[in-house]
């Protein structure tokens, strides 16, 4: 079975900031990752995928995320935080195998200071 | 060119009514997958369906819940006899085709019951 593991439910950064949001995986077969980003009331964006090409993925928003695979991880970032990257950030696993049944982490609530 | 629509949005039901809950994938896919988010906790699958056909209901509870995606129409979730336990928000995906990594999601039917 696949999962993931996102720690600290709530994420505080100041305006300006770096953003950094952690998620390590758990896949016995290739992992296909995501991350994904939800507004209040509303249904989940992609902001970015890996799906075995290049490490380094660059998304919306001026998210990337880096999959290293000695640590398991897939962990997001963003140099400089907006206000309007307030929301609810999920990592997600999924695999060439699990025809889109994706196992999502519990979420990273952020919360931008001014 | 719409995305996928969920209806209601909203949704209250007293313990043992039951709730159905409608998905309209994108134009041009047949391939849908229902989510539920409990309180504080990720998505979790469901059901993958297309149409006419149930291909994983994995997901699923054993009672109550049932799932189905007609030749014609939208896609349907019906739980019955509804609990407190079922209040959830409930997301719709769907994908072009099978082993399209790439899901778009609903804005979600949020279901409380009383």
């Known amino acids: 079975a696949q999962s993931v593991t996102q720690l600290g439910s709530h994420v505080s950064v100041s305006e300006g900031a770096l953003v950094l949001l952690r998620c390590n995986y758990s896949?016995?077969?290739?992992?296909?990752l995501f991350w994904y980003v939800q507004y209040p009331n509303q249904g989940l964006q992609l902001l970015l995928k890996y799906t075995s090409a290049a490490t380094l993925v660059k998304g919306i928003n001026g998210f990337e995320a880096e999959f290293k695979k000695s640590e398991t991880s897939f962990h997001l970032t963003k140099p400089s935080a907006h206000m309007s990257d307030a929301a609810e950030y999920f990592c997600a696993v999924s695999s060439y195998y699990g025809n889109n049944r994706l196992a999502f982490g519990k979420g990273n609530q952020v919360v931008v200071i001014p | 060119n719409a995305g996928v629509m969920q209806n209601p949005r909203h949704l209250v039901r007293r313990r043992g009514q039951e709730a159905r809950l409608r998905c309209s994938p994108m134009k041009g896919h047949s391939h849908v997958y229902w989510y539920r988010q409990l309180p504080e906790e990720g998505l979790k699958f469901m059901v993958y369906?297309?149409?006419?056909?149930?291909?994983?209901e994995s997901g699923m509870p054993k009672e109550r819940f049932s799932a189905e995606f007609p030749k014609e129409g939208p896609s349907i979730l019906r739980i019955q006899q509804v609990v407190r336990g079922d209040s959830a928000a409930y997301f719709c995906?769907?994908?072009?085709?099978?082993?399209?990594?790439?899901?778009?999601f609903g804005n979600g039917t949020r279901l409380t019951v009383t």
């Open positions: 896949s016995s077969v290739p992992p296909y």
């Open positions: 995906a769907s994908s072009l085709r099978d082993r399209d990594i790439t899901l778009h």
């Open positions: 369906l297309q149409k006419e056909n149930i291909i994983d």
